[in-house]
């Protein structure tokens, strides 16, 4: 019987934090578990949750992001050298394919669920290929992930896919790159089905906008609701969408009911200028219409806490950014922040543009790609320095996750939301980005004396320079 092993491997920094109590499995190499043939020995290595250890096998399948690709070329050329045949997945070798092979035997571009059972019998019969292209499926026939085969006991949550794709193109993200253009949804009665057979109470919904983007899209995640509670499924979601969430009460009144607890939606900005470089048109027509307090105020008095993301450290932010995104974050009273920086991951129209203009500092390659692990600045931006964007991160989380400020948001999120578990949710969720902050290096090398000073007075010079 032939070993696979499959490896997810992890950045040695852990940038976004890794509490136990915010852990949710991989589906990616489930998935692939899932398409392999029965006279397989499958073992997973997650090293978000154990570190690697070497294991015989007879053919390896690691897949890896660009934060993690290089753990994940040191693991691939282990197996190598042992004449051990090494395939290589994911976003990051998908956009990067011929650097991947400087590491494998193989790759696989794109999604691999079109390919693996042809590479596995090119594989057994000595005629694997450098390079496996697979194409976008049809998820009406999208396998059940094998979650038999990993660590249950280990994660906390438990993870389901209902989509693929966005029709978007944000200038940071490589999801329309690596899944394409097209919005492809799950049938619901598999979707229905898939969730009965996860163990865990909470579940994450790991879909890039679970509520689409279009009127058809939102009734697909309206019934899915519905048939939660029809099918009398008792569970609690974390899910990520956009603004537009906020916009239909009925929505909000059936997720909420459902056991949507946590929704993550990317704002990515309060500077309208920024909006347009990452080319989020929905966000900026809603900054425009001062919609982005009234939809977060609707979505949390349905009973649902907002994880607020940010992205701070454009060429179009200065040091009063930071103030004026943490007031907003204040006044709009949002009950989780995941801040980060801008990273010009390869597949994106950002890389391209730094590439392009010869910007990126970080390119000793495959290092430097743990810094790209969206905590870490890898050019310079052109209003400031990256001393100045690393000092004015310190001062917004410092400030987010003091305790006076920890006490007065969590009894907002209470008060608001009415939901103790959501409450509950949004406080753990807040301890692990503290958890990642108070460890960071940015925290011990930027927290002086004088910092709040110096980032409020950009504020209020700011304010006081457009009332004059």
Request: glycine letters at 6%; charged letters at 25%.
């Amino acid at each position: 019987m032939p070993r696979l092993l499959l490896i997810n491997p992890a950045n040695q920094h852990k940038g976004l934090g890794n509490l136990r109590s915010t852990s949710w499995p991989p589906l990616n190499l489930p998935y692939i578990a899932a398409l392999t043939p029965d006279h397989y020995d499958i073992e997973i290595i997650d090293e978000n949750i154990e570190s690697f250890a070497f294991k015989p096998a007879d053919i390896v399948g690691i897949t890896a992001y660009t934060s993690t690709v290089a753990k994940g070329y040191e693991i691939a050329l282990l197996y190598r050298s042992k004449g051990i045949t090494t395939i290589m997945g994911g976003i990051h070798v998908s956009m990067m394919p011929d650097e991947a092979l400087n590491y494998c035997d193989a790759v696989v571009i794109g999604e691999a669920e079109d390919v693996w059972a042809k590479l596995l019998a090119d594989f057994e019969a000595g005629k694997l290929q450098p390079r496996y292209q697979g194409k976008w499926i049809d998820l009406k026939n999208l396998a059940v992930p094998r979650r038999d085969i990993l660590r249950t006991d280990y994660y906390k949550w438990g993870s389901i896919q209902t989509s693929r794709g966005c029709p978007l193109s944000c200038s940071f993200c490589s999801v329309t790159a690596f899944n394409g253009k097209r919005f492809r949804r799950r049938d619901l009665h598999d979707v229905i089905e898939e969730l009965r057979q996860i163990p865990q109470k909470k579940v994450l919904l790991a879909d890039d906008n679970f509520i689409g983007h279009s009127n058809e899209d939102k009734a697909w995640a309206k019934a899915f609701f519905t048939r939660v509670r029809e099918a009398g499924i008792k569970k609690y979601f974390f899910a990520q969408g956009s603004l537009q969430f906020g916009e239909d009460q009925e929505l909000i009144k059936l997720a909420a009911r459902a056991g949507l607890k946590v929704l993550f939606i990317g704002l990515e900005s309060v500077n309208p200028e920024s909006l347009k470089t990452y080319n989020k048109s929905l966000n900026l027509k809603r900054l425009a219409n001062n919609a982005y307090d009234e939809n977060i105020t609707r979505i949390r008095k349905g009973g649902i806490a907002v994880l607020g993301a940010f992205l701070l450290g454009s060429d179009d932010d200065a040091l009063a950014s930071f103030d004026t995104t943490l007031q907003f974050i204040r006044s709009s009273h949002i009950d989780i922040i995941q801040i980060t920086k801008p990273t010009p991951l390869p597949g994106t129209a950002f890389w391209d543009q730094l590439t392009g203009d010869g910007r990126i500092l970080r390119t000793d390659f495959p290092q430097d790609w743990d810094d790209y692990r969206l905590t870490k600045m890898v050019y310079k931006p052109a209003q400031m320095s990256i001393e100045d964007v690393y000092a004015g991160f310190t001062y917004v989380k410092k400030t987010f996750f003091s305790w006076p400020e920890t006490v007065k948001r969590t009894l907002s999120t209470l008060l608001t939301t009415k939901d103790l578990v959501a409450t509950i949710m949004a406080y753990k969720f807040n301890q692990s980005y503290r958890k990642a902050f108070m460890e960071s290096e940015h925290y011990k090398v930027y927290n002086r004396p004088g910092l709040e000073e110096r980032f409020r007075s950009y504020y209020t010079l700011s304010a006081n320079e457009q009332n004059e």
